[in-house]
Each structure stands twice: as C-alpha cells, then as structure tokens.
C-alpha cells in the first residue's frame, strides 16, 4: 500500500505522520531519517493492527501542492 505522510519541521528536528493511520508518527533530525523512521512506524502499526485483529484502514489521503 502507498500512504500519503507529511512532513514537518519543528524546532530542532522533524516530524512525520500519516493521516490514514492515526497514531502512527515519527521523529528524527533530518527529512531523510524521517521517512526512513515514518517507513519503519507504518509497518510496525500495520502489523499491529492485524496481530489485534483489527481492519487495516485503506489509503485515501491525497498530498499536493498548491500554489497561490
């Protein structure tokens, strides 16, 4: 599955979440340890889902950018 994340900058380091999977968030102190530890936390939270049983929600978030 391919699920839209965002990314952040904070004060110091940044951060990434999915908003298909609520919950699933990651840290680092560059964008590229990001998506390495964004990548990781999806797997993890997936493979949590289904160890409880639960449904794995499908990706329906779009990411774009708009210029004004």
């Known amino acids: 599955m391919r699920y839209a994340v965002v990314i952040e900058q904070a004060e110091g380091n940044y951060s ?3 908003p298909d999977l609520p919950g699933c ?5 560059s ?3 990001v998506e390495t530890e ?3 936390a999806i797997r993890f ?7 409880d049983g639960l ?3 499908a990706a329906t978030s779009v990411a ?3 210029e004004t």
């Not at 968030?25 to 102190?29: L, P």
């Not at 939270?45 to 160890?51: N, R």
């Open 45 to 51: 939270h997936i493979d949590g889902l289904k160890e």
């Open 25 to 29: 968030v990651a840290t680092a102190d």
């Open 16 to 18: 990434a979440y999915v």
């Open 38 to 40: 964004i990548r990781d």
């Open 64 to 66: 774009d950018y708009v």
């Open 55 to 57: 449904p794995v929600p």
């Open 31 to 33: 964008v590229a340890a």
